[in-house]
T-cell receptor, first 117, second 112 residues
Framework: SQTIHQWPATLVQPVGSPLSLECTVE??????LYWYRQAAGRGLQLLFY??????ISSEVPQNLSASRPQDRQFILSSKKLLLSDSGFYLC????????????????FGPGTRLTVT | DAKTTQPNSMESNEEEPVHLPCNHS???????IHWYRQLPSQGPEYVIH???SNVNNRMASLAIAEDRKSSTLILHRATLRDAAVYYC?????????????FGQGTRLTINP
């Protein structure tokens, strides 16, 4: 069965410090990978998605970047954190199905709660 | 991106059916309607999806209006574990990736 891991689970970082959040998926190959952020009391906002190694699409301009060095690894980074980067960061994956090439289910990880102080 | 409109909150009693409405008047002919739910401090969980016909699975049923401008998620017999924020989402495929645009969702409270 497929599983998705995120770490760390929680993180407190000062403003101006760097960030690296990691996400790995097991039990599937060539997944589509996604990074979302959820600010307190808000819905989820898609930040980045990737359809393959080294392929990153950004949805919104921001202080963050993403990389996909391996098929099942997705990393979210920042060189200098801002207060507004605080939130709940979620990684997710999905696959395209062969019959209709439409992926209908997206599977989310447990998330990382980031507090920038 | 096509948008959805949901009530901010709803309340129901345990073991009673729950009908969660969603309006999506700008839906296009190829948009699928997806529902996800999110429990506190967890990632969202896929519930159900549909295109034109009503759909049933082990978690819920999805009733889609004939003009597809609205839909209703039906929990047939709510339990306390169904208390969550429910998101109605129009599903887009962009460059082979699935793009979900989350709104504010409906916070469902289940009373014992």
């Amino acid at each position: 069965s497929q599983t998705i891991h995120q770490w760390p689970a929680t993180l407190v970082q000062p403003v101006g410090s760097p960030l690296s959040l990691e996400c790995t998926v097991e039990g599937t190959s060539n997944p589509n990978l996604y990074w979302y952020r959820q600010a307190a009391g808000r819905g989820l906002q898609l930040l980045f998605y990737s359809v393959g190694i080294g392929q990153i699409s950004s949805e919104v301009p921001q202080n963050l970047s993403a990389s996909r060095p391996q098929d099942r690894q997705f990393i979210l980074s920042s060189k200098k954190l801002l207060l507004s980067d605080s939130g709940f960061y979620l990684c997710a994956w999905s696959v395209l199905r062969s019959q209709d090439r439409v992926s209908h289910e997206q599977y989310f990880g447990p998330g990382t709660r980031l507090t920038v102080t | 991106d096509a948008k959805t409109t949901q009530p901010n909150s709803m309340e129901s009693n345990e073991e009673e059916p729950v009908h969660l409405p969603c309006n999506h008047s700008t839906i296009s002919g190829t948009d699928y309607i997806h529902w996800y739910r999110q429990l506190p401090s967890q990632g969202p969980e896929y519930v159900i999806h549909g295109l034109t016909s009503n759909v049933n699975n082990r978690m819920a049923s999805l009733a889609i209006a004939e003009d597809r401008k609205s839909s209703t998620l039906i929990l047939h017999r709510a339990t306390l574990r169904d208390a969550a924020v429910y998101y109605c989402i129009l599903h887009l495929i962009i460059q082979g990736a699935q793009k979900l645009v989350f709104g504010q969702g409906t916070r469902l409270t289940i009373n014992p």
